[in-house]
């Protein structure tokens, strides 16, 4: 009997799976966070809050399938900062990279997530994976409540805002943890999700759908003495109803507010007012932001800066980024500094396009030493010659890969003798860009970033 109870119990709960897939896998919250400041609804510190943003592009192991173009990423993250900004809440681009893993694109389990941060994590800017199919039937997860990342799948993009909300210390509208929350408001304060404008909800509301976002739902709760139906807010994107997505309320802006004023690891990651840059020198990623200014250089005769950006960087201001005479940018090879302003919470998240330089590839396949791979001239205009030296391995495919991660060129591919060769390849109708020249080979693989010249 016990058995074909639990038969019938997964079941259920596998059909039901079927019925609602859920937008987002962040846990249940283990503990109620500041109660006390919920139910008094006071703010410890006002608002504007401004967090710098670093986003992580998931892609496969060769740099193809990227999960989201820049193009589609520069929408997402303004879509999401356009929800936040009525409650002055606003974010800064800092940077984005690649993190070629087939496995963490294409079929990620949240159980890694331990690995994923330990590439290139941030300590002042809130990382944002992502994906590019939804991940053990989710399209998110932010992994706790609150959280410093988070991960989104691209075809559940609508997650950007939802698990942002997680991030900043928000509950699911139906959550229950709590315990439920009685739909005439009695407990609004301490169950459900500890918002009193959020009106009561429940798990799987989002079946129960008609035209314009209306709920058809007939089921009732017992509570504080009576028996009610709900009306669930089915527009509020801590629900489930994200095809309705258009709202954060009131109050849950101020129990955002109360989470960051509790919660040092988010305020580390506020975007300074003003940035000063001076007596540096910089290498590898240059990723910073500012609300109002960047300074760079000899400030008060500490000393010049020398920006040698072995890898892409960005320094995004809200009003101005200001160059001291002295200041040396020296970008090696194809990499480059972008000095790019936006308004904040003002106006645009960005001015014009994602403001993306291709920032450093990571790669999970190690090079084995001794493996070289050259292209010159860099930048090459007609004709580009490519030298390896690949020791005993065999190369399989050269490939030309724009920087969505899209195939550009099938190279034919050189065979060597003693894994060395020395090749010269016309390419005068390959538009001009910058490009990933990857060489496959019988253990692994090699990339070199090449500039196609105007
Ligand atoms: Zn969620």
């Avoid at 016990?2 to 079941?11: E, Q």
């Avoid at 890898?311 to 790019?340: D, H, K, M, W, Y």
Wanted: aromatic share 10%; glycine share 10%; charged share 15%.
């Amino acid at each position: 009997m016990k058995a074909l109870f639990w038969f019938f119990a997964l079941w259920a709960s596998t059909a039901l799976a079927q019925v609602h897939p859920a937008p987002c896998g962040t846990p249940t919250p283990t503990q109620l966070p500041f109660p006390e400041e919920i139910a008094l609804q006071k703010m410890a510190a006002p608002p504007p809050y401004v967090f710098s943003i670093f986003v992580h592009i998931l892609r496969n192991d060769d740099g193809s399938n990227a999960a989201m173009t820049d193009a589609v990423l520069a929408q997402n993250l303004q879509r999401m900062a356009d929800f936040y900004r009525p409650h002055n809440i606003c974010f800064t681009f800092v940077g984005r990279d690649f993190i070629d893993n087939t496995v963490w694109n294409t079929n990620y389990m949240t159980s890694e997530i331990g690995a994923m941060h330990a590439i290139n994590p941030h300590s002042d800017a809130i990382d944002i994976y992502v994906h590019r199919d939804n991940f053990q039937g989710m399209g998110g997860n932010a992994y706790n409540i609150p959280s410093v990342f988070c991960s989104v799948a691209a075809p559940s993009s609508f997650n950007f805002e939802h698990e942002m909300g997680h991030c900043l210390g928000l509950w699911h509208t139906f959550e229950t943890a709590a315990g439920a929350e009685c739909p005439d408001g009695s407990n609004c304060a301490t169950a459900g999700d500890q918002v009193c404008d959020t009106p009561a909800d429940y798990g799987g509301s989002d079946s129960n759908n008609g035209p314009g976002c209306t709920h058809t739902g007939t089921q009732t709760i017992n509570c504080n003495g009576g028996t009610f139906g709900y009306a669930p807010p089915t527009r509020n994107i801590m629900s489930y109803w994200w095809f309705c997505y258009s709202e954060f309320t009131a109050g849950q802006a101020v129990r955002m507010y109360n989470t960051i004023n509790a919660t040092a690891a988010l305020q580390d990651r506020f975007t300074p007012q003003d940035r000063v840059i001076s007596n540096a020198t910089l290498l590898g990623e240059i990723a910073v932001g500012a609300q109002n200014s960047i300074r760079i250089g000899n400030i008060g005769g500490t000393g010049d800066v020398l920006m040698t950006a072995g890898a892409q960087g960005i320094c995004n201001a809200g009003r101005f980024v200001q160059v001291e005479p002295g200041t040396r940018i020296l970008p090696t090879g194809t990499n480059s500094v972008l000095l790019t302003i936006n308004d904040l919470c003002e106006g645009l998240l960005f001015k014009g396009p994602l403001p993306v330089a291709d920032r450093r590839p990571q790669t999970t396949t190690p090079v084995a030493s001794g493996e070289t791979l050259e292209a010159f001239p860099n930048p090459f205009s007609g004709r580009l010659r490519v030298r390896a030296d690949l020791g005993q391995a065999v190369p399989t495919a050269l490939r030309l890969f724009d920087l969505s991660g899209r195939l550009a060129r099938e190279l034919p591919c050189p065979a060597p003798a003693q894994g060395r060769f020395d090749e010269t390849f016309d390419l005068p109708d390959l538009p001009p860009g910058v490009y990933l020249l990857q060489l496959q080979h019988s253990s692994g693989r090699l990339v070199c970033r090449v500039v196609k010249a105007e």
